[in-house]
């Protein structure tokens, strides 16, 4: 098949993540994917396969997961340690109809086992050290079965020892019912688990596909996202049928990222706004690791215009450009732009974009009756066939977000006369007498070149408080950072903490009402 015809499939048939190895293969069977680590599952494999081969083994999880039990239309939560073999053994287990369930490795035992209470007796594929984290929790009581990926654990089943099991025939699931579910990042409460459905998926792979269809070759995909997240599945998804290489990426180090980037020259990046600022300092590095990237993207958080500028200076190629796409994971990508050279550096962050034709509405609702501003501004919603199905087993939650065809984000922003929308803050993060949290972050980082990350919370007496911090956890210069702040009155003193204590989600936003709990409860000078 043609990439039109893919296409027009995927749009009739919904997006079915069980085949798209098998899809692909037949169309270029050598397309190469490259690691920069070992499958737990398959260590034999390698860290260099071609897409035929991936498709093999995901062929082949598929027959030992069936093997052990697993059946179309059931639950089948993943909790693992992070590595690509999360994203191939959710596609085995959706190969043969069962709903995957992706649960973050960073969540703690006492959420996960709460999780499995409302996924209500799903199986449970893990490895040998999350049982161990999940200890304290009745895991074969909540779970059945309990499947190790490997190794050998009283009780489960081991995956290994299924070796050379039967191949089955894929099962397809009805385009409206469920056949992926994720979850919230959990920053105000225990996370909310979101499904998904082929017609949902299907939605979100359009913005994306024609931009790639602009491209005038086949670039090298670099992958740096979190392995559980919807967007991993949309991302290689279209890398896949578009027949690109990829880059599969577990490690963040700066100093790995560029070697491994300079191994294999991407040609287009796709990673964590988080991950794209900690690699800021990479743009300096004498190997050039940037040099080959045109094209740099990011989903998840609006980025700061200072990393956006100093990536698109950093490569050396023509026409090289940041795509930004805001969206969450109830929604999918719902508005973006693209940042080039000339341009990137006077970015305003809070502008993240337009909605994208035959794609994602987007509408700003008065909050208090008076018509959305930039001075008064509005709650995002958003309307397409991209929305999530429901919250599993919160249906109550979800409808009290939903209205009619409008997803309410929880974002606030406003609308430019030429339709570009502006993201402020999260409603739940607004601070009184502060247009923009978000906004203040994104001019400071530009003055202040030795903060590496900076947080503006809402500290115990409704103030704003800036929690700073800096490479290698250097002590900040005041005189710096008063001169920095001198048009910002309604900021406290700054509190400064290792980056390495800011709690963060699977991926890497920063979680802000944890932050602001932990300062809420002391002084807000150092």
């Known amino acids: 098949m043609n990439g039109f015809t893919i296409w027009r499939s995927i749009r009739r048939r919904g997006l079915f993540l069980g085949t798209v190895p098998e899809t692909a293969a037949a169309?270029?069977?050598?397309?190469?994917?490259?690691?920069?680590?070992d499958l737990d599952v398959l260590p034999e494999a390698g860290r260099r396969l071609t897409v035929s081969e991936l498709a093999d083994h995901v062929d082949d999880l598929a027959g030992r997961l069936w093997s052990a039990g697993i059946r179309p239309g059931r639950h089948i939560a993943i909790y693992k340690a992070a590595n690509f073999d999360v994203w191939v053994l959710a596609t085995a287990a959706a190969r043969i109809g069962a709903v995957p369930v992706m649960l973050s490795p960073a969540l703690d035992g006492a959420t996960v086992g709460a999780l499995l209470r409302r996924l209500d007796q799903p199986a449970l594929l893990t490895d040998l050290h999350k049982l161990d984290a999940l200890a304290d929790v009745p895991v074969m009581d909540l779970a059945d079965p309990v499947i190790t990926v490997s190794g050998d654990r009283p009780g489960a089943v081991s995956l290994a020892g299924l070796a050379g099991a039967p191949?089955?025939?894929p099962v397809s699931r009805p385009k409206d019912e469920p056949a992926l579910i994720t979850h919230t990042s959990g920053t105000t409460g225990l996370p909310k688990l979101v499904v998904h459905t082929p017609r949902s998926m299907a939605a979100r792979l359009k913005p994306q596909?024609?931009?790639l269809s602009l491209m005038r070759k086949r670039e090298t995909v670099a992958i740096h996202i979190s392995f559980v997240h919807s967007r991993m599945f949309a991302a290689m998804a279209l890398a896949l049928l578009k027949e690109l290489p990829v880059l599969l990426m577990k490690e963040s180090d700066p100093d790995k990222v560029a070697a491994f980037f300079?191994?294999?020259r991407p040609g287009f990046i796709e990673a964590l706004p988080n991950s794209l600022m900690e690699w800021e300092c990479l743009t300096e590095d004498p190997r050039k690791p940037f040099a080959s990237v045109k094209y740099f993207s990011s989903t998840f958080d609006a980025i700061h215009p200072r990393t956006m500028s100093r990536l698109v200076d950093s490569s050396e190629r023509r026409g090289a450009l940041y795509f930004q796409i805001y969206g969450q994971s109830e929604v999918g990508p719902a508005?973006?732009?693209?940042?080039?050279?000339?341009?990137?550096?006077?970015a305003d962050g809070r502008c993240v974009g337009w909605a994208m034709p035959g794609c994602a509405k987007v509408r700003v609702v008065s909050r208090d009756g008076s018509r959305p501003s930039e001075t008064n501004p509005g709650f995002i919603e958003v309307a397409w066939e991209g929305l999530a199905k429901t919250y599993l087993a919160e249906q109550d939650r979800y409808?009290?977000?939903?209205?009619?065809?409008w997803w309410r984000t929880g974002d606030v922003g406003y609308r430019t006369r030429r339709g570009c929308l502006h993201m402020l803050d999260r409603e739940v993060d607004m601070i009184p007498g502060v247009r923009?949290?978000?906004?203040?972050?994104?001019?400071?980082?530009?003055?202040?070149?030795?903060?590496?990350?900076?947080?503006?919370?809402?500290?115990?007496?409704?103030?704003?408080?800036?929690?700073?911090?800096?490479?290698?956890?250097?002590?900040?210069?005041?005189?710096?950072w008063r001169k920095a702040v001198a048009d910002f009155p309604q900021l406290a003193d700054p509190i400064q903490i290792p980056q390495a204590e800011l709690p963060?989600?699977?991926?890497?936003?920063?979680?802000?009402?944890?932050?602001?709990?932990?300062?809420?409860e002391q002084p807000t000078s150092n």
């Open 167 to 169: 191949r089955v025939e």
């Open 436 to 480: 923009s949290a978000l906004e203040v972050e994104d001019v400071l980082l530009s003055r202040l070149e030795e903060l590496s990350e900076l947080v503006v919370v809402r500290g115990r007496k409704s103030e704003a408080v800036p929690v700073i911090c800096t490479h290698d956890d250097r002590p900040v210069d005041q005189g710096r």
């Open 399 to 405: 409808d009290a977000n939903r209205f009619g065809d």
């Open 335 to 346: 508005v973006g732009r693209a940042y080039v050279r000339k341009s990137a550096h006077r």
């Open 27 to 37: 169309r270029k069977s050598s397309t190469p994917l490259t690691l920069d680590h």
């Open 504 to 520: 963060r989600t699977a991926t890497l936003k920063v979680q802000r009402v944890a932050l602001a709990r932990r300062f809420g």
């Open 262 to 264: 300079v191994e294999y």
């Open 209 to 211: 596909w024609w931009l």
